[in-house]
């Protein structure tokens, strides 16, 4: 993330805000798929 400019103490509030969205999401998609997103994103 630091390469794409994002400061380093910024990056726990994307997180959050990243676990927030998929948490919000789960409630409308099945967990598989998540876990399949997350897999692409890592």
Do not use: F
């Amino acid at each position: 993330l630091a390469e794409a400019g994002i400061p380093a103490e910024d990056i726990p509030k994307i997180a959050a805000n990243a676990m927030g969205l998929i948490r919000l999401w789960g409630m409308k998609h099945e967990q598989p798929e998540i876990e399949k997103i997350l897999r692409l994103a890592v």
